[in-house]
């Protein structure tokens, strides 16, 4: 399987997208939607590595399922607001490479 760079992904979820005369919805109803994936990986986040174990009935989901709701719903609003999420990683990858160039502990790369 060939793997997408984030630009490709930003221009299949226009594609898709686009298809409909609805098109994205509004930021404060993609806030809505992001808030409500982000809960439901937090759910099975809980029932995988916590104390609550689903219920009988309880469909079953994945953290990878979420995790895709989850860049799918960053796509949409990245794309409705024209924000190129590459340029957006990059910039973000800078701030924590500066920020936190002394904060975490490197793992020793010698061999001795």
């Not at 104390?51 to 995790?67: A, F, H, Y």
């Not at 895709?68 to 990245?78: E, P, Q």
């Amino acid at each position: 399987m060939s793997k997408k760079t984030l630009e490709e992904i930003q221009q299949e979820v226009d594609r898709y997208i686009s298809q409909f005369k609805e098109g994205y919805f509004s930021p404060l109803v993609m806030m809505a939607r992001m808030s409500e994936e982000v809960g439901e990986l937090a759910r099975e986040v809980n029932h995988r590595f916590g104390e609550k174990p689903k219920k009988p009935d309880e469909q079953e989901n994945s953290i990878e399922m979420e995790l895709g709701d989850i860049l799918f719903i960053t796509v949409c609003f990245a794309n409705s607001l024209g924000i190129d999420l590459t340029d957006a990683f990059d910039q973000i990858m800078s701030k924590f490479k500066t920020r936190d160039a002394n904060r975490w502990t490197p793992v020793n790369t010698d061999s001795n």
